[in-house]
């Protein structure tokens, strides 16, 4: 475990030691807001080129579905992110194919969202299912392992399906709607890179009782595949327009008829538990301080009512008891398995084998050589 230091909270953000790797300046100003706001001049350098640019990049799309059913793949979870970026998609007259990954755990609002999307943007759809039993069994290692990393099957997932389908129907552009504006501040310790498959293979062998095989994974060798022999390229469209999340989520109510169902991330019930508590429980790590920081440099509120937001619960009490009956039910493992999971002391990836230090490299090597 990484070693306790003095309690100390950024000045200008509210990201703090929870994050055991966070640097503070002599002004008490933190490395993470600090890197966010050199990233959001980079998109503020791309959205200075203007709609021309945006117009390239458009042409782009098209040109490359000329003679294809789909000119793009839109990855969608019903969420605001993916649902507006669907709204611009048809704005701009880009024919897309709406993908969703079904890992057994969205909300009923999700599925709606998605269906009223497709339907009222008539964009056809389809739902990519995982093998329940593999996928159950993958995330109970992830579980077991005690890491923050609990939600690494379904961040790999995402990306292998979504490169799979879109292969098949030799689609070049994948459109997400991940954006700096809302997610722009995520530090390492929370996030370890899900492109490790020494790390994940090792956490589904050491826990695990299944060896997947229908599993969409998703390695730096797949990534390079589909990037550089496939020629699939990923657009985060949201980072080329002006994006207000709350402009952008009563617009989708009014002329799409989207419903709100809660919190970020809140359409999958696993994604809700394991940020909204159990990172909470085993870390003290309260995933709304990375989204509110983001927030803050973004001016979309105040520090002091980020500060106020966080003196609330990060979850609610009597929901959470339901869910975690509903959770242990579905993973097919008793209430007392799942209490000693949660009371398990947690861990960090470099606590297990993994190859850092060789993607580190090779990243570094492909951004200087390939990303211009």
């Not at 950024?10 to 706001?37: K, L, Q």
């Not at 709204?87 to 897309?96: A, P």
């Not at 989207?258 to 508590?277: L, R």
Request: proline residues 2%.
């Amino acid at each position: 475990m990484t070693k306790q230091r003095d309690y100390q909270q950024c000045t200008r953000c509210v990201m703090d030691t929870t994050d055991p790797e966070i640097v503070f300046s002599e002004e008490g100003i933190c490395n993470h807001c600090t890197d966010f706001i050199q990233k959001k001049e980079e998109v503020r350098q791309l959205k200075k080129l203007g709609q021309e640019y945006l117009d390239t990049i458009i042409s782009k799309i098209k040109e490359k579905g000329k003679g294809k059913k789909y000119d793009a793949l839109l990855g969608i979870s019903g969420g605001v992110d993916s649902c507006y970026a669907a709204y611009l998609l048809k704005q701009y007259g880009i024919r897309t194919l709406l993908v969703h990954l079904d890992n057994g755990w969205n909300t009923n609002d999700a599925a709606i969202n998605i269906k009223q999307i497709a339907t009222r943007l008539g964009f056809d759809y389809m739902s990519y299912v995982l093998d329940w039993e593999e996928f159950k069994d993958i995330q109970l290692s992830f579980l077991k392992a005690s890491v923050v990393e609990a939600e690494t099957p379904t961040d790999v997932a995402i990306p292998g399906s979504l490169h799979k389908v879109a292969a098949s129907h030799g689609i070049k552009y994948i459109i997400s709607g991940g954006n700096l504006a809302t997610e722009g501040i995520l530090p390492k310790l929370w996030h370890y890179n899900a492109k490790d498959t020494k790390y994940f293979n090792y956490i589904q062998k050491t826990y695990g009782k299944l060896k997947p095989k229908k599993f969409p994974n998703f390695s730096f060798e797949k990534e390079f595949y589909y990037k550089m022999i496939k020629g699939i390229k990923i657009i985060y469209l949201l980072n080329y327009v002006a994006y207000d999340k709350d402009e952008a989520k009563q617009l989708l109510i009014d002329e799409l008829g989207w419903k709100d169902y809660g919190g970020k991330h809140h359409e999958s019930v696993f994604t809700k538990f394991i940020q909204s508590y159990l990172l909470v429980k085993k870390f003290n790590l309260d995933y709304r301080k990375a989204t509110l920081s983001s927030q803050i440099i973004n001016n979309a509120i105040t520090r002091d009512e980020a500060l106020a937001i966080l003196k609330t619960p990060a979850y609610n009490e009597e929901e959470i008891a339901k869910d975690k009956i509903y959770i242990a039910k579905k993973l097919s493992i008793s209430m007392d398995e799942l209490e000693q999971i949660i009371e398990k002391p947690g861990k960090y990836y470099y606590e297990y084998p993994n190859d850092e230090k060789r993607l580190t490299m090779i990243y570094n090597l492909y951004r200087k050589f390939f990303s211009k």
